[in-house]
């Protein structure tokens, strides 16, 4: 009996307004060349392993455990950077973080639906953004729940590592892969919105400093082991001969995304 799963990758019209009107573009197009726009089954490039990709995560994962058992130096700086910010603003209230995080991968998505195409299909696009959220997402609370480090507004031992800064460098980790060969710029500009979600977490007192360097590092490290190991993922599905993906967008009042159905 055929098995039908869904993955549903939902995005608010409201934050991501071109999205849905690329969507609302498409549906004069052909069934036949939408779904060729969406999915290909040819096979993924395998990608080397190169150390030196990682040195950079790395460095910022491991300041942030540095800091949260250090007593000295690290620990003064969180302290005087929460002081700084709140003597400043100490009222401030914004939650456009909660929606900046994904913004970079919304652009990957926007730009493909414009026809500036990446290094990837849509569909291969979208298995690679999921696999790096769930490598975020399950090292992200592990960790968490191994350090217990206590929020600076106090509430919650949950602080370490920000989840949030986690997920908005993953994503701009995702657009600068898939269009640092087409345009660097457009990479670079994913992660100066990715710094603004780090910087805003500190600004509503939900994040130490060294929480947000260590998310910046945990996400940047999640996306590029997602491009390593997916090649071999696919390879797996591949081999199924009954498989059949479908990538395709939808719109409702209110909300817009991308729905990936499959047979197998």
Do not use: C
Not at 187 to 198: K, N
Request: glycine share 8%.
């Amino acid at each position: 009996m055929a098995k039908y799963f869904y993955i549903m990758l939902l995005f608010t019209a409201a934050t991501f307004p071109s999205f849905a009107q690329s969507i609302d573009s498409l549906k004069a197009t052909s069934n036949v060349d939408s779904l060729g726009r969406w999915y290909s089954g040819n096979s993924v490039p395998k990608n080397k392993f190169k150390a030196i990709s990682f040195i950079a995560p790395a460095v910022l994962a491991g300041y942030g455990f540095a800091a949260v058992y250090d007593k000295g130096a690290l620990k003064q700086l969180d302290l005087s950077t929460k002081a700084e910010l709140q003597e400043d603003h100490p009222l401030f209230a914004a939650h456009v973080d909660d929606y900046l995080q994904f913004a970079p991968a919304a652009a990957v998505y926007a730009l493909n639906l414009s026809g500036v195409k990446g290094k990837h299909n849509l569909f291969d696009a979208s298995m690679l953004y999921v696999t790096s959220a769930a490598i975020m997402g399950v090292s992200t609370h592990f960790v968490k729940q191994g350090v217990g480090r206590m929020r600076p507004n106090n509430n919650g031992e949950n602080s370490f590592p920000s989840g949030h800064t986690a997920s908005a460098f993953m994503a701009a980790e995702f657009l600068h892969q898939e269009y640092k060969d087409v345009n660097p710029w457009i990479g670079y500009a994913g992660y100066f919105v990715a710094t603004a979600t780090g910087t805003l977490r500190m600004y509503n007192n939900k994040h130490w400093f060294s929480d947000v360097v260590a998310g910046a590092g945990f996400g940047i490290a999640s996306t590029k082991i997602a491009y390593l190991i997916y090649p071999y993922m696919k390879q797996i599905f591949n081999k199924k001969k009954d498989s059949k993906f479908t990538l395709m967008p939808f719109y409702q009042p209110g909300a817009s995304g991308l729905m990936l159905s499959g047979r197998f």
